[in-house]
């Protein structure tokens, strides 16, 4: 069965500033994709960026960009010149190919983000 | 408009009850997801249908039985609530990619709706 770790349970970053939030995770298949949920004290769940295994190129959604290392089951998010309103909790997610169904979620990391 | 609409946002109610929680999408997907946050914000999924057909079910008790009456909804109802059962339940839809498709769609990201908080007394 897949697994996601996100070993870091709480993160700080000084406002403008840069963090990167962890995330490993565990397949046998070569085929998936990678997503990283935002979900602030208002409790829903926003799509920040997703990843998809066959594409080499890291995505980037405007401050939000990834590092992804498919040999080393590894993606991370990087988030730049960080906003009050970043302040969140961030869930890494892995879903098994094109005709997968299921998101496995890791634990998440509280995000704090210092004025 | 909101995309996944579930109600009620909150549900407060005694051990041993039966309540339904509710969930609409708008965004015209076939697949329709249950996900239970529990208290320590883990998220793990519970059910989900595809055009109304059950395609998981993941080691939940049968006194929680979803139903879906058409592709837009999906409905939870659980029976003879329990402490444990105290958690955030959201619902989530996506358009699933079926084998034969042809060009690769990089899309089936899956919409939540805002959660429903079950607290059992």
């Known amino acids: 069965a897949q697994t996601v770790t996100q070993s870091q349970p709480e993160m700080s970053v000084q406002e403008a500033e840069t963090v990167t939030l962890s995330c490993t995770y565990d397949?046998?298949?070569?085929?998936?994709?990678l997503f990283w949920y935002k979900q602030p004290p208002s409790r829903q769940m926003i799509l920040v960026i997703r990843?998809?295994?066959?594409?080499?190129q890291n995505a980037t959604e405007n401050r939000f960009s990834v590092n992804f290392q498919k040999a080393a089951k590894s993606f991370s998010l990087k988030i730049s010149d960080s906003q009050l309103g970043d302040a969140a909790m961030y869930f890494c997610?892995?879903?098994?190919?094109?005709?997968?169904?299921?998101?496995?979620f890791g634990a998440g990391t509280i995000l704090r983000v210092k004025s | 408009d909101t995309a996944v609409s579930q109600t009620p946002k909150y549900l407060v109610t005694q051990m041993g009850n039966d309540k339904s929680i509710k969930c609409e999408q708008n965004?015209?997907?076939?697949?329709m997801y249950w996900y239970k946050q529990d208290s320590k914000k883990f998220l793990k999924i519970m059910f989900s249908?595809?055009?109304?057909?059950?395609?998981i079910n993941e080691t939940v008790p049968n006194r929680f039985s979803p139903k879906s009456p058409d592709k837009a909804h999906l409905n939870l109802h659980i029976n003879s609530l329990e402490l444990g059962d105290s958690a955030v339940y959201f619902c989530a839809s996506s358009q699933q990619v079926h084998p034969g498709q042809g060009v690769r769609r990089a899309k089936n990201i899956q919409y939540f709706g805002a959660g429903t908080r079950l607290s059992v007394l």
């Open positions: 997610a892995y879903k098994e190919g094109e005709y997968g169904n299921k998101l496995v």
């Open positions: 397949t046998s298949e070569s085929d998936y994709y």
């Open positions: 965004l015209g997907h076939d697949t």
């Open positions: 249908y595809n055009n109304k057909e059950l395609i």
């Open positions: 990843q998809e295994a066959y594409k080499q």
